[in-house]
């Protein structure tokens, strides 16, 4: 899902690229084992400002971590935060789409 996410964001947010379909598949997995080691420890930590905020920072963190994932796979392209927040915001969406089409079995749902 990140993957697609990241295609996606790539041609849609200016300031976001990606060298081929390779670095996307490297860097999807990496942003997949970001969110799920790394984002979790840092929405504990900033809690109380994401509580401030509204649940708002917790965008700055998705962007923190595609931005942590450029700097570790050199084929993903982030320019400045911006690019890194509405890339973070697409790649959300695109997951969230994907993710409303698979049931709970792994399976694609069908629409009635």
Same mark, same amino acid.
């Given at each position: 899902?990140?993957?697609? +996410? ?13 060298? +081929? ?13 970001? $969110? ?10 900033? #809690? ?8 708002? #920072?917790?965008?700055?963190? $998705?962007? #923190? ?35 409303? #089409? ?11």
């Amino acid at each position: 899902m990140y993957t697609l +996410g990241l295609l996606v964001a790539a041609h849609v947010v200016p300031g976001l690229r990606l060298d +081929g379909l390779a670095s996307a598949l490297v860097a999807g997995l990496l942003l997949g084992l970001v $969110n799920a080691i790394v984002r979790p420890v840092l929405v504990v930590l900033t #809690f109380p400002i994401t509580l401030l905020t509204l649940g708002l #920072f917790l965008l700055v963190l $998705n962007a #923190f971590c595609l931005r942590m994932t450029s700097w570790l796979v050199s084929g993903l392209h982030v320019d400045g935060f911006w690019a890194a927040v509405l890339g973070a915001v697409v790649i959300s969406l695109v997951s969230w789409v994907l993710t409303a #089409f698979v049931s709970d079995s792994g399976r694609l749902a069908r629409m009635r």
